[in-house]
């Protein structure tokens, strides 16, 4: 049996116990306090904290589920798929096409600042339709899903529109994109039509299934 070592049990038994008869009706308060913290004391030895089985559940819940943080995040497959098609995408700019024109890409770095111009060749009949196309097949979203866009210029005005088309299975409207998901789709976009000298292209708006998109 394991003793703690505390001033009351450091007494003879039968010492404490005599004193415990004696003084019963006097002092019953103050030996219930007495008890109460023995008995806390031995559960301090032995080990017996009440915070040990929280603990314990806690890192039982953590094993159970240890992509609980990431919850919201792609899935495994999901992102198998992006970096697939995302290297696909950028391998199309190695094609060098029968009819080339030189273009300037304008992509959004990391940092959700800046947009960086990377020259590129595209087929000069449908120079403008590529170029739409490469930005859009690099621009990785999760759960966003665009089953296909259409682009009209109108040179009077000078200005391009492109009609985006989001999938009906996609999990995600346009609507629901954060600030740096529009400046890295929309943005890249309209950065990189206006800054090519040869097409003076004035603006560029979009629209959602041939409704104008509102952000």
């Known amino acids: 049996m394991t003793r703690c070592l505390n001033p009351i049990q450091s007494r003879p038994h039968h010492t404490w116990l005599g004193r415990l008869g004696i003084n019963f009706g006097l002092r019953s308060g ?78 959004l770095d990391d940092r959700c600042e800046n947009y960086r111009r990377e020259p590129v060749l595209v087929p000069r009949p449908q120079s403008m339709e590529t170029t739409v196309d490469l930005i859009l097949a690099e621009q990785v979203i999760p759960e966003l899903t665009l089953s296909g866009y259409r682009t009209r210029f109108d040179p009077e005005t000078k200005i391009v529109t492109i009609d985006l088309r ?19 789709l929309l943005g890249s976009l309209r950065e990189t039509l206006i800054n090519q000298p040869d097409w003076k292209i004035e603006a560029v708006t979009f629209t959602n299934r041939g409704n104008v998109l509102v952000l």
């Open 30 to 107: 103050a030996i219930f306090l007495a008890l109460l913290g023995l008995l806390e004391g031995c559960a301090a030895v032995t080990g017996e904290a009440t915070s040990a089985p929280n603990a314990a559940d806690s890192n039982e819940a953590a094993i159970a589920n240890p992509f609980q943080s990431i919850a919201l995040g792609p899935s495994p497959a999901e992102a198998l798929v992006n970096a697939s098609r995302l290297m696909q995408a950028r391998a199309r700019r190695l094609v060098v096409p029968t009819d080339p024109v030189a273009v300037d890409l304008y992509t």
């Open 166 to 184: 989001v999938a009906r299975t996609s999990r995600r409207v346009l609507q629901s994109l954060s600030v740096c998901e529009q400046k890295a």
